[in-house]
């Protein structure tokens, strides 16, 4: 299903080494264990269902030979953590809970999964010998501020629990790394902090308030009706393939030189406004006369998301592999399969 041929561009720096995924049976993280997979690395996922899916293995599960382990089971277990950790080189940590509104309803149990759940995993792979863990961090740190585009030096500004979460995960990457600069089996031990900006594609769940947008237009496409925008449809995004994300992490888990917990921005650096995401969708599916019918603004809306990506590029030597319009068809393919069941 990859857009990517990770072979061509990873070669061997995977091939035979053990990695841990959590939250590998949902979106991102399924993406992220195939690609490990077809590198020939050793894959563990965690992850307890809470959010993702056993079907989300089904395309690769066979291509992966005895080479993927899933565990199902939740982070906030030290023992389980401990058993899914043991000898992997790589923590990929994608398990969360994922929506804001649902953050603010639930404060304590997101503090509870995606703070102290981080702690668990920071620890059991300080102990076990691994060498880097990739934090899925959120560019929903950078707050509502205007300026654009966002630099990785502007200050945080977390504006609900999920936000403060992942800022507060941030902080414990950089804690861990400057603390323990070597782990306990001897081993050297460092951390890289990964801000996703709007990542889609095929496996995200439908109500995931990250696919809202695009979810939304393709159930309205396809059945024949107009999407709904609201607002004037000129508030834009940076959307960015999940290849993108997949390449990012790969490429902060073979970095030579120590990361301390640094944060990269992730993204395409390609705004899109939704009033083009709503006319390219209707192009690929092939209904542009299913023009948007536009409803009052939204209040709390963000205006604009645009991601800068000098830090990306120049420490990681990361370049969005797929653009977005190159994403998109995919992306609405597999939302067609989805509704035809
Ligand atoms: N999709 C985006 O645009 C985006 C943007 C910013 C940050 N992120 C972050 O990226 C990560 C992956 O996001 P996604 O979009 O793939 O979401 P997702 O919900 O598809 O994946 C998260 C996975 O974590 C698992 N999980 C949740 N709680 C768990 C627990 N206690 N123990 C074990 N597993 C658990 C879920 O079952 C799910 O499979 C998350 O940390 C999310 O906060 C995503």
Not at 188 to 204: H, K, S, V
Request: hydrophobic residues 40%; aromatic residues 8%.
């Amino acid at each position: 299903m990859a857009l990517t041929d990770w072979r061509s561009i990873h070669g061997e720096t995977f091939s035979g080494k053990r990695a841990l995924v959590t939250g590998g049976a949902g979106f991102i993280g399924s993406h992220l264990s195939e690609a490990l997979v077809d590198l020939g690395a050793e894959v563990v996922v965690l992850d307890d269902l809470s959010g993702g899916d056993l079907v989300n293995f089904d395309s690769y599960r066979e291509r992966a030979g005895g080479r993927l382990t899933v565990i199902e089971g939740t982070i906030l277990d030290e023992a389980t953590v401990t058993k899914a950790v043991d000898g992997c080189t790589w923590v990929f940590h994608q398990a969360a809970w994922g929506s804001v509104p649902r953050s603010v309803a639930m404060p304590r149990k997101y503090h509870e999964i995606n703070t102290t759940g981080t702690l668990n995993i920071l620890e059991g792979a300080k102990h076990a010998g691994v060498s880097r863990v990739m934090f899925a961090a959120s560019s929903s740190a950078y707050g509502d501020t205007p300026t654009l585009p966002k630099v990785e030096s502007m200050p945080v500004l977390p504006r609900s629990p999920y936000a403060a979460n992942k800022v507060y995960g941030e902080a414990m990457m950089q804690a861990w790394a400057l603390s323990y600069a070597q782990g306990d089996a001897g081993q050297a031990f460092d951390t890289a902090c990964l801000r996703y900006f709007n990542i889609f594609g095929p496996r995200q769940n439908a109500n995931s308030a990250y696919a809202a947008v695009i979810a939304a237009f393709a159930k309205a496409l396809f059945v024949g009706e107009k999407p709904v925008i609201f607002g004037d449809g000129e508030q834009s995004r940076d959307f960015t393939f999940v290849d993108n994300a997949v390449q990012a992490n790969l490429l902060a888990a073979r970095h030579k030189d120590k990361l301390n917990g640094e944060v990269f921005n992730v993204a395409c650096g390609e705004r899109v406004t939704v009033n083009q995401l709503a006319e390219q969708m209707a192009k690929i599916i092939g209904r542009p006369e299913l023009t948007p019918e536009h409803k009052p603004e939204r209040a709390g809306d963000v205006k604009h998301s645009l991601a800068d990506l000098e830090r990306t590029r120049s420490t990681l030597g990361y370049e969005p592999l797929v653009p977005f319009e190159a994403g998109l068809e995919p992306t609405v393919q597999w939302y067609e399969g989805e509704m035809k069941g």
